[in-house]
């Protein structure tokens, strides 16, 4: 059984930033940085969507980005420590949310949350003006 657990989440002013981690425990992949990993997350009143994503080894790491993080927001993982990060700049309220982190199966990156039969349990962002 994999089990996710998401840290780094707090209270933020609008314009500053925040590192999220995800890392992983109980893995049953052939080896670490092997599983596609991302970030999804969840605002009060709306559904869940994707933020980023990166592949594991076999896809090279490609990363992939929801249009609105794009160069503000920034994932990477350190396979050796089997963990996930999301580095969060230019915060502005519209990111408060419950950040989640989920891993695949298979290495290559999905957008969809059907794609991640993994989840961890989330941690709370929130940016004031």
């Known amino acids: 059984q994999v089990q996710l657990i998401e840290s780094g989440g707090g209270s933020v002013q609008a314009g500053g930033s925040l590192r999220l981690s995800c890392t992983a425990s109980?893995?049953?992949?052939?080896?670490?940085?092997?599983?596609?990993l991302g970030w999804f997350r969840q605002a009060p009143g709306k559904e869940r969507e994707f933020v980023a994503a990166i592949g594991g080894t076999w896809s090279g790491g490609v990363t992939k980005y929801a249009d609105f993080v794009k160069g503000r927001f920034t994932v990477s993982r350190d396979n050796a420590k089997e963990i996930m990060y999301l580095q969060m700049n230019s915060l502005n309220p519209d990111d408060t949310a419950v950040y989640y982190c989920?891993?695949?199966?298979?290495?290559?990156?999905?957008?969809?949350?059907?794609?991640?039969?993994?989840w961890g349990q989330g941690t709370q962002v929130t940016v004031s003006s």
């Open positions: 989920a891993a695949r199966r298979v290495s290559s990156i999905s957008t969809s949350q059907a794609g991640y039969p993994y």
């Open positions: 109980g893995r049953s992949f052939e080896s670490s940085g092997s599983n596609g």
